[in-house]
């Protein structure tokens, strides 16, 4: 069946524009979650959904960053904005309990 | 806070040579433990996990077992293939009933050469 997909795969961008990374989760999931991987810090949680219910926003880096989920399904992280720090590969997942993640392949973002 | 130590690379074997990758981890009560595989270039894959202390989880000839008297999950295989080249973590899911989020180990990167 088809997996967890993001779009784009790349995205170079200049310093201090705003960026959408998409992520469709795979069909039923009811839990999704981004995260960041970087070179200096490996892979950082950045923001949790799970149903209806609010998101947990604990390891967003700056209020820069901010992501919705529509119809229990879609997702777009929003970097407003951006800086050369920002420049990562930006990992989706998604799942239905705590023991089975599905990530996406990710998108890399490169801020110039 | 819980977190994951995991040996760090690069690693770097010949092929069918013995594979340990260690990883400890500091929990509050006794989490699921997973390893995940990153091949060049793709996603994020689950590896293999262990869901209670004592279990061993198997994949693709790789074997992890859940140790709470060393809290520990090392992952090892007997003899590694070319086609393993890739990065491991180590991962555990964030306390709390209601955190699904995971906390990955740095990273080892394998390099197997023929």
């Known amino acids: 069946g088809a997996g967890v997909s993001q779009s784009p795969s790349n995205k170079v961008t200049e310093k201090g524009k705003d960026v959408e990374l998409r992520c469709d989760p795979i069909s039923g999931h009811t839990a999704l979650y981004w995260y960041r991987q970087s070179l200096g810090q490996g892979l950082e949680f950045l923001i949790y959904f799970q149903g209806n219910s609010a998101p947990d926003k604990s390891g967003l880096p700056s209020d820069r960053f901010s992501a919705e989920r529509t119809g229990g399904s879609v997702s777009t992280l929003t970097i407003q904005r951006t800086q050369q720090e920002d420049s990562a590969v930006y990992l989706c997942?998604?799942?239905?309990?705590?023991?089975?993640?599905?990530f996406g392949p990710g998108t890399r973002l490169t801020v110039l | 806070g819980d977190s994951v130590t995991q040996m760090e690379g690069p690693v770097t074997l010949s092929e069918e040579a013995f594979l340990t990758i260690n990883c400890t981890y500091t929990a509050t009560g006794y989490p699921s433990l997973f390893w995940y595989v990153q091949y060049p270039g793709e996603g994020l894959q689950l590896l293999l996990k262990a869901t209670k202390a004592d279990d061993k989880g198997s994949n693709k000839g790789f074997e992890a077992t859940y140790r709470k008297e060393t809290t520990s999950f090392h992952l090892e295989k007997g003899s590694v293939q070319v086609s393993d080249s890739a990065v491991y973590f180590c991962a555990l899911p964030a306390s709390g009933a209601g955190s699904y989020q995971l906390t990955f180990g740095k990273g080892t990167k394998l390099s197997v050469i023929p």
């Open positions: 997942a998604s799942s239905l309990d705590r023991n089975n993640q599905y």
